[in-house]
């Protein structure tokens, strides 16, 4: 049995004491309890908006926070920088060239491919990282399960705000995908709730925002102050592939204090 953590959008905030607060909280909670799992998990996997402003004292704290026993993977979103985050948080010379990273085993591979377009909100693969991904899925034995994540959604999923920053140029990824069975699944963040879909024949699976949850179109009342649940404790899921390599996915919220 396989098990991977799946969390997004952290948005640690360095911009004032209260937000600061709030997200490190929040995102050391959900840490915190995967550390005290009596199961060693195969990897974790944070799917994008790291940071809130891009600033290096934000990846320096998400460095010390997302330390983890566990195999962690991690790739930008929309409020990420490519630069300061290859450096602040990779430790690697900063660079404006996409940020994909890969976890290969005999038993299982992840593809956490960089959707990110720098200035901008949408998403979008580049040729560069599209090519990466079908090589990096070439040379995976078919017998070996692949998860493939990023940060955008490619597919509407009934959020207005997200919908219009999601990922587009999504039929040149469905190309790639059509060429490799053993692509199990898309997982990705960015619409700071859990959500369940398909993309491409595969499930597209959504992690819940720890740092928030939004309010869903038919929550939203006519004298409503906040597009964002407060009360709403942060959560993670966890996807489970079994020895027939059937994928199940399981959403957890994580309590506070």
Sequence with gaps: MIVIAHLSDIHLDAGGRKAERHSVARTRAVMDYLERLPYDLDA??????????????????????????????????NHDARAPFREGLLGEAPSGGPVNQALETDRFVVALCDSSVPGE????????????????????????PVLVGFHHPPVTVQSRFTDSIRQFGEERLAAVAERH?????????????PVATTFAGRPLLVA???????????????????????????????????EDGRLTTHF??????
Excluded at 181 to 193: D, I, K, M, S, T
Aim: hydrophobic content about 45%; overall charge negative; charged content about 20%.
């Design 181 to 193: 069975p053993h692509l199990l699944a898309f997982v990705c963040g960015h619409a700071h709730a």
């Design 252 to 257: 957890r919220p994580v309590a506070m204090g």
């Design 121 to 144: 909100h949408h998403g979008l693969l580049e040729d560069a990282t599209l090519a990466w991904l079908d090589e990096l899925l070439t040379r995976t034995p078919r017998t070996v």
């Design 44 to 77: 974790v996997l944070v799917t994008g908006d790291i940071a809130d402003h891009a600033a290096p004292e934000e990846y320096a704290r998400a460095r010390r926070l997302l330390t983890s026993r566990h195999p962690v993977l991690v790739c930008p979103g």
């Design 208 to 242: 819940p925002g720890v740092v928030s949850t939004l309010r869903l179109p038919w929550e939203h009342g006519p004298g409503r102050t906040s597009a964002v649940l407060a009360d709403v404790p942060p959560g993670l899921l966890f996807h489970v592939i079994d």
